[in-house]
């Protein structure tokens, strides 16, 4: 006879946590986010300007080496060099860094979409082309520092148009390969029925980086995450837990009985 899992249920709360600041995943998760200031976002600016000014001073030492005694060959060069420098520079950079240049990193922010994804090559090509609104345009940058200012995100022309948000880059945690779970105390009787079978190793990835990195999120966000893995987990293998048993409470119990079968470190850190 089969057994039909148990559903939780999410509470729903008619209070947005985060507001306009937020981020909303195409799963519907509303993520807490640190925007990044008005003099975080200037300071990154004028550390990769100075990149850029060091680097085209260089390249028109070298170019004025190469074309010697041509003119127009060395203007026509230094000027393809600085197009390519106001342009190619931030796209470059990040799309390789995922929404990252120097200055940025070095200032701890990051751009990513508007629904938390890394940046691509069309949002950086399109950030870069606003820039020319936000920088190059008269008076001079003011237009993208107030848009900067006045808007809920800080989302400058380039960010309206790319679709992106310039957020505080999150601390990164490394997860032990080899940590243990146990079931909560009072549910080890209970942890003993769960057949952990059918779990496959992506699932144990999954489940395993959110109960040991969830402390990053907001309360209600983590709730939201561990209530929908729960339920994917309980269809797939297939349980019926009792409905005192949380739902983090089900997964952990589900992680342990999996680790006492195959070990640890079955998935990568």
Same mark, same amino acid.
């Given at each position: 006879?089969?057994?039909?899992?148990?559903?939780?249920q999410e509470r729903v709360s008619t209070?947005?946590?985060? +507001?306009? $600041? @937020? =981020?909303?995943?195409?799963?519907?998760?509303?993520?807490?986010?640190?925007?990044?200031?008005?003099?975080?976002?200037?300071? !990154? +600016?004028?550390?990769?300007? &100075? *990149?850029?000014?060091?680097?085209?001073?260089?390249? &028109?030492? *070298?170019?004025?080496?190469?074309?010697? @005694? $041509?003119?127009? +060959?060395?203007?026509?060069?230094?000027?393809?060099?600085?197009?390519?420098?106001?342009?190619?520079?931030? =796209?470059?950079?990040?799309?390789?860094?995922?929404?990252?240049?120097? +200055?940025?990193?070095?200032?701890?922010?990051?751009?990513? &979409?508007? $629904? @938390?994804?890394? =940046?691509? /090559?069309?949002?950086?090509?399109?950030?870069?082309?606003?820039?020319?609104? #936000?920088?190059?345009?008269?008076?001079?940058?003011?237009?993208?520092?107030?848009?900067?200012? /006045?808007?809920?995100?800080?989302?400058?022309?380039? #960010?309206?148009?790319?679709g992106t948000i310039v957020i505080r $880059?999150?601390?990164?945690?490394?997860?032990?390969?080899a940590l243990w779970f146990s079931a909560?105390?009072?549910?080890?009787?209970?942890?003993?029925?769960?057949?952990?079978? %059918?779990?496959?190793?992506?699932?144990?990835?999954? =489940?395993?980086?959110?109960?040991?990195?969830?402390?990053?999120?907001?309360?209600?966000?983590?709730?939201?995450? !561990?209530?929908?893995?729960?339920?994917? /987990?309980?269809?797939?293998?297939?349980?019926?837990?009792?409905?005192? *048993?949380?739902?983090? %409470?089900?997964?952990?119990?589900?992680?342990?009985?999996?680790?006492?079968?195959?070990?640890?470190?079955?998935?990568? %850190?």
């Open positions: 006879m089969s057994v039909e899992p148990v559903q939780w209070v947005d946590p985060v +507001g306009d $600041d @937020g =981020i909303i995943t195409p799963e519907a998760v509303v993520l807490d986010v640190d925007t990044a200031g008005f003099a975080s976002r200037i300071l !990154a +600016g004028l550390l990769d300007l &100075t *990149v850029q000014v060091l680097a085209l001073f260089v390249i &028109t030492v *070298v170019l004025g080496i190469a074309f010697a @005694g $041509d003119e127009s +060959g060395t203007l026509t060069a230094l000027a393809v060099a600085t197009f390519l420098m106001l342009f190619g520079y931030p =796209i470059l950079f990040e799309t390789w860094l995922r929404g990252r240049t120097p +200055g940025t990193m070095a200032l701890g922010i990051r751009a990513v &979409t508007i $629904d @938390g994804a890394p =940046i691509r /090559l069309r949002e950086s090509t399109l950030r870069a082309m606003g820039g020319v609104v #936000d920088k190059l345009l008269p008076p001079g940058g003011i237009t993208g520092a107030l848009f900067v200012l /006045l808007t809920p995100r800080h989302q400058r022309v380039g #960010d309206l148009i790319a $880059d999150p601390e990164r945690f490394v997860v032990t390969p909560p105390r009072g549910l080890e009787a209970y942890a003993e029925t769960i057949d952990p079978t %059918a779990i496959t190793v992506e699932q144990y990835t999954v =489940i395993r980086s959110f109960l040991t990195r969830g402390r990053v999120l907001s309360p209600q966000v983590r709730a939201t995450i !561990a209530v929908d893995l729960a339920n994917r /987990l309980a269809a797939e293998i297939r349980h019926r837990p009792p409905q005192y *048993v949380p739902p983090e %409470a089900f997964l952990i119990c589900a992680m342990a009985r999996y680790q006492r079968r195959n070990g640890p470190g079955r998935a990568r %850190a």
